[in-house]
């Protein structure tokens, strides 16, 4: 059955609205538009963000953003079959404008709405354009604010396998990117500066990594930098690290959190037999992440599926699929769902 669904994504710093058309079950969805309209040079400003201006600039764009994304897709509201909104996990007041314009559009079209999960939203992101569809594998989901290792059989069928005790993954970059005064937010400009660098040039923890278990901690990893800066310049301020010196030490913290990643991801991968792996989230553009689990899962005969770059970091592309999916599922939400600013998978 045709299905058109319009997501709406506002849990943190992207306001983002997009149009997905299933014409079949069993055929990949097509895109008809994704708009993300970012506020990172906002709270670059800041240093990270700022739930305030968050929700207030949520509130600002969204209504463009609608427009725009049906326009771009050539259809108007009437035409959706199906609203959704991030219901959590997220800031409060952010999630609150795109839910409840969501919900808003559902009741005055009389169609049904569904609250995503952001979480459920990136797993399930790997497979937006898969041609297979949603297959079981293991899911590995690095972001801002979480890192999972999750066994994911079915649509809403989720075992979470481990998770990072202390901070995310994208939170490690981000956290030593402001300790080397790097434009907010860390991640990228680490990669990018990981490229030129040497990932052997120090020594810096690898916590957790030989243990049997699934779980992970990258807090180790910001005190290692925060007490190795001092060493490397008498200052202390970053500024005055020779340039190769800044690029060495990027690229030797990206090496450590992806040796976590991917050791634990093959551990996990072994241990439930999983023969797919699917990352998402912020951290899956990463470019040397990609690379290395891309050759770890040919040499361990592991299919490896990962998201475009666009869907990697917060997008309403993959709020509209999780939604197609869970409608399909019959697994539609009343109108008086709430949001939850700490939602579990
Ligand atoms: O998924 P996302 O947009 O938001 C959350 O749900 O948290 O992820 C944002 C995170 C940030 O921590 C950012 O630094 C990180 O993803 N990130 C990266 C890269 N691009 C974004 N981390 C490493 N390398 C990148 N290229
Ligand atoms: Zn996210």
Known sequence: MKTLVLGIESSCDETAVALLLSEKEGEAPR???????????????????????????????????????????????????V????????????LL?????????????????????????????????HPAGLVPHLGLLASGGHTLFVDVRCIGD???LGRSLDDAAGEAFDKVGKMLDLPYPGGPEIDKRA??????????????????????SFSGLKTAV???LPKLCPSGNPH??????????????????????????????????????????????????????ADACEKNGVEFILPPNSLTTDNAAMIAFAALLKARAGQTSPLDTPVDPNLRL
Not at 83 to 94: D, E, N, Q
Not at 102 to 110: D, F, I, Q, S
Not at 240 to 266: F, H, R, T, W, Y
């Open 226 to 228: 925060l007490y190795l």
């Open 83 to 94: 609203f959704a909104a991030t219901a959590g996990p997220g800031l409060v007041a952010a």
């Open 240 to 293: 005055d690290l020779p340039e190769q010196m800044l690029n060495d030490l990027c690229a030797s913290v990206q090496q450590a959190i992806i040796d976590v990643l991917i050791g634990k991801a093959m551990r996990a991968i072994r241990q439930t037999k999983h023969r797919t792996l699917a990352i998402s989230g912020g951290v899956s553009c990463n470019a040397a992440l990609r690379t290395r689990l």
């Open 195 to 216: 490229a030129l660098g040497d990932p052997a040039a120090f020594d810096l923890p690898r916590p957790m990594l030989h243990e049997p278990h699934l779980n992970v």
């Open 158 to 160: 989720y075992r979470l």
């Open 31 to 81: 895109l008809l538009s994704s708009i993300i309209s970012s506020q990172i040079p906002l709270h670059r400003l800041h240093g990270g963000v700022v739930p305030e201006l968050a929700s207030r600039n949520h509130s600002a764009n969204l209504p463009a953003l609608l427009r725009e994304s049906l326009d771009k897709a050539g259809c108007t509201v009437a035409d959706v079959d």
């Open 97 to 129: 404008v795109g839910n409840t314009t969501g919900k808003a559009l559902a009741l005055a079209a009389g169609k049904p709405f569904v609250a995503v999960n952001h979480l459920e939203g990136h797993l399930l992101s790997p497979f937006v354009a």
